[in-house]
T-cell receptor
Framework: AAGVIQSPRHLIKEKRETATLKCYPI?????VYWYQQGPGQDPQFLIS???????DKGSIPDRFSAQQFSDYHSELNMSSLELGDSALYFC???????????FGQGTRLTVV | AQKVTQAQTEISVVEKEDVTLDCVYE???????LFWYKQPPSGELVFLIR??????QNEISGRYSWNFQKSTSSFNFTITASQVVDSAVYFC?????????????FGPGTSLSVIP
């Protein structure tokens, strides 16, 4: 079975540009989580969605926004990019009630 | 507030040695979930185990075993007969959320190098 798909895998943007990261959860998974992992850091929770509604919010900057669409895929929109936004961005999906969330391979964003 | 400590930043072992990765957590809740994830050099996060706070049974899965002790707030991970493919960063994580994955707090990670 296909896992969580994230696109693109790598992205290079300049400061002040905008980036959109996409996450396609496993089929029938209704919950999506976004995490940010800076270089040498542990993953930090950004935001989560359940059934297309935002369910929780972590340390997500106001410059970032996200949504979950009717087909359950999610997009993380990042504006006015800063050098400090360079990180690995993970998406994870879960079918609520199950015990294991599956992580995608991540999108590595580099801001130059 | 919840917190996860992995005191070992880096560990190197020779192949076939056993190695234990320590994890100590802090939480005020009586219901919580603990996790271990593996992050190989390729970067993806691989789920290893999830344990809820009411289940203190130790678990063994192949060469992996976990020792959960509420009395010491520890959830240690042992790899028996380590292999080169075990080289990765290992994260211990904690969630107080009822849905178990919201606001998962990761520890700083332990980088394990297994030398042939």
């Amino acid at each position: 079975a296909a896992g969580v798909i994230q696109s693109p895998r790598h992205l290079i943007k300049e400061k002040r540009e905008t980036a959109t990261l996409k996450c396609y959860p496993i089929s029938r998974h209704d919950t999506v989580y976004w995490y940010q992992q800076g270089p040498g850091q542990d993953p930090q929770f950004l935001i989560s969605f359940y059934e297309k509604m935002q369910s929780d919010k972590g340390s997500i900057p106001d410059r970032f926004s996200a949504q979950q669409f009717s087909d359950y895929h999610s997009e993380l929109n990042m504006s006015s990019l800063e050098l400090g936004d360079s990180a690995l961005y993970f998406c994870a999906s879960l079918q609520l009630g199950n015990t294991e969330a599956f992580f995608g391979q991540g999108t590595r964003l580099t801001v130059v | 507030a919840q917190k996860v400590t992995q005191a070992q930043t880096e560990i190197s072992v020779v192949e076939k040695e056993d190695v234990t990765l320590d994890c100590v957590y802090e939480t005020r809740d009586t219901t919580y979930y603990l996790f271990w994830y593996k992050q190989p050099p390729s970067g993806e996060l691989v789920f290893l185990i999830r344990r809820n706070s009411f289940d203190e049974q130790n678990e063994i899965s192949g060469r992996y075993s976990w020792n959960f002790q509420k009395s010491t707030s520890s959830f240690n991970f042992t790899i028996t007969a380590s292999q080169v493919v075990d080289s990765a960063v290992y994260f211990c994580a904690l969630s107080e959320s009822g849905t178990s994955y919201d606001k998962v707090i990761f520890g700083p990670g332990t980088s394990l190098s297994v030398i042939p």
